[in-house]
Structure formats: C-alpha cells, structure tokens
C-alpha cells in the first residue's frame, strides 16, 4: 500500500500562488488531455481575474480547497474538492501528479487529504468522476477506497469515451 512520503508535505494553496496554479493547471490539461473534462484551449483564454478569484476561494477553504503536495519549492501534485449542492457531499476534482513524482504515494496523500477537509467541514461523502478508460486512476481511487456507484455517462461533449462515478463514505478514506 502507498503510505505518507516523509518529504513530502499537502498543504492548502495560498492566494498569491494563483500564476502557479494557472501554470500547472495549464500544463495537466495540455499533457493529460485524455483524463480530464476541461479543454486547456477554454481555459488558456480565462482572464487572470478568473485565476486569482479561484484560488482566493480555494485558499479561504471555505466551500472548496485545492491541496499542493510539495517537497521543497517543488510542486509534486494537486488536488482540489468543492461542497456540491447537497453539503453533505464533497466532489474531488483535478487529482494530478508530476509524472516524475508518481508511484511514491503523492496521490494517495492527496486524497487523506481531501478526505481530512471533508470530515472538519462537516461533510460525509467525498463522490468523484473518473475515465472509465483511465486505469491508474481508477486503481488509485479503489485502492483508497472508493466504489463505482453504478452511474456512467459521456466523458464530455464530443468524445465517445465514458466517465464513471465513484463515492465513498469520509472515514474509508481516512486509513
Ligand atoms: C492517477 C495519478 C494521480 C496517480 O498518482 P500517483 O501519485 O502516482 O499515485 P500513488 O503513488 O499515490 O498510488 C496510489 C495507488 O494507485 C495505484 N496506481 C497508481 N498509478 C498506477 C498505475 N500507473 N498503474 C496501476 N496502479 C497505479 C498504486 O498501485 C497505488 O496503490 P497501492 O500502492 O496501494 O498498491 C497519476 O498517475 C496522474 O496524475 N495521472 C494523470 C492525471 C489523472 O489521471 N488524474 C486523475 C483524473 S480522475
């Protein structure tokens, strides 16, 4: 099993890291294309209003979080969550690490992460969509505790690939 990396530290992202989030947000959409629903030809166009408005909220911690797993200066990988509509819910989305950085458990922190914000605002589920396709993420998600709902839809506009829906209960993600 992937456990904690000591040199590794999750933290909340700050709200003057915004052009660093831009840049690393930019390059997973444009490496990993294949895994995520937004197109970085939408996003490279955002205003950098957009940016610094996103992480000031991210940062407040408040309805949403965007976790940096760093060690060093050197950002290893992401995640962020946002409260969905129902509050007892938490939806993690933009779950990416470095190519360089992958298989050390970063990705797994990450998610105990999300899972610790999750259980201090309250929340009691953490669902998320995954590539049906994507088989590493998937083996990470299950590893760490999720479980397909039985729910599945069109990846996105355009494309013929699926997503699934994977939820877990808060404290299976604790361990
Ligand atoms: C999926 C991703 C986030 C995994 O990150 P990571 O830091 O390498 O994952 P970890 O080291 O924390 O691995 C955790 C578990 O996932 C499994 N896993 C991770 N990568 C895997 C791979 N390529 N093949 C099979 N299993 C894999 C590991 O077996 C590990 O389980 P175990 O150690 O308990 O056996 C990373 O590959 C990535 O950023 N991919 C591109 C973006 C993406 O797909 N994001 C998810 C969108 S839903």
Redesign the pocket.
Known sequence: ??EPDAAVTIRPIRPDEWRRWRETRLR?LRD?SD??ATRYDDMVREPDATWREWVAEAAAGEDKTLFIAEDGDAWL?VVGAFVRINAREVQLIS???DPE????????DLIRAVAAWTLGRGSARVV?F??EA????R??YE?AGFRVTGDRAPASAGRSAFKLVLAAPVADLLT
């Open positions: 099993m992937a997973m990993d895994f995520f990988g779950m990416w690490v950085a992958r298989g050390r458990g970063v990705a797994r998320l995954v590539q994507n088989t590493p993420a083996r990470l590893r």
